[in-house]
């Protein structure tokens, strides 16, 4: 589809008091989902961040890494085992988890993001002190190395984005007794935007948003306060697996952080269109 001069330069127009307001603050964006498995939807995602990063928006990338996980627990012929919806992480399941997070998929995405045109660095929570933990305990079972945030130090991050870097991290954090624990990248993300008092939490999921009948998109609530929740959940509304995802960005907003959004990561660009047009995109919390 062709584009014209006057389309392009209303689109410029429209994005200006977005880029003004945004210039010189902090976004944070937990990458995960079909946008980083899908070629062309990691292509857009990159874009979107050097263009953030060029007009004056200090990114800080948080991702996951399950699938990726998965495939190399298969290849060493140890079966992937869940409670609760969380990975049980034995000794042998998170060397396998650091290895695979802080590793190979965080440096694939630092390439990744410097052929695109950006500046980034990798880091996982170990570095710098960044994430410290304990271990998590569960009604539903013994998760093994699966842990809960009890400190963020941002010093790490923070100085990389002062240097011009994009810092894409992994979520495994140190415990106080030398353990390594595997950490929910939302969670990670949603406490990490609140210590570095981000203006936005953004949340990439493969669904719409926050839906008020789960079986058809266009039911999509586009705004919540947090207020709200309890009362959304009492009816059914926020359940199963969005419930660990509006709870973090409830837990983002009560800290400080601005505008939480749940953004349909199937939408190419889906972050630029929700940062810089009038419209938006997926779910936004306040």
């Not at 981000?198 to 705004?223: N, S």
């Not at 009560?254 to 660009?269: E, K, N, Y």
């Amino acid at each position: 589809m062709k584009i014209s001069n006057a389309d392009r330069a209303r689109v410029l127009v429209q994005a200006l008091p977005y880029i003004q307001k945004y210039a010189g603050k902090t976004v944070v964006v937990k990458y995960g989902g079909n946008a980083m498995i899908n070629k062309d939807l990691k292509d857009a995602v990159m874009s979107d961040i050097v263009l953030m990063q060029l007009v004056g928006i200090s990114v800080v990338l948080v991702h996951g890494g399950g699938p990726e996980i998965s495939a190399m627990l298969k290849k060493v012929g140890k079966a992937s085992e869940f409670v609760g919806g969380m990975r049980v992480t034995d000794e042998e399941t998170i060397d396998i988890v650091q290895m695979v997070l802080a590793g190979k998929v965080n440096k694939d995405l630092v390439q990744l993001l410097e052929r695109h045109g950006g500046q980034a660095v990798g880091l996982c929570g170990l570095d710098g002190g960044m994430l410290t933990a304990e271990k998590l305990r569960s009604n539903e079972g013994d998760l093994g190395y699966v842990g809960r945030i009890t400190e963020v130090n941002t010093d790490i991050i923070m100085n990389a984005a002062k240097n011009g870097y994009v810092p894409i991290i992994s979520t495994v954090a140190a415990g106080e007794n030398g353990e390594v624990f595997n950490i929910n990248a939302d969670i990670a993300a949603a406490r990490i935007a609140a210590k570095l008092d981000a203006i936005k939490l953004i949340l990439m999921t493969d669904i719409r948003g926050l839906l008020r009948d789960k079986d058809d998109e266009d039911t999509l609530i586009p705004v919540v306060n947090v207020s709200e929740v309890p009362s959304l959940k009492n009816q059914g509304i926020i359940s199963g697996g969005m419930i660990p995802k509006i709870d973090c960005c409830v837990e983002a907003v009560r800290r400080g952080v601005s505008r939480a959004h749940i953004l349909d990561g199937r939408i190419p660009h889906s972050i630029l269109i929700e940062l810089f047009s009038d419209e938006g995109v997926g779910t936004m919390l306040y």
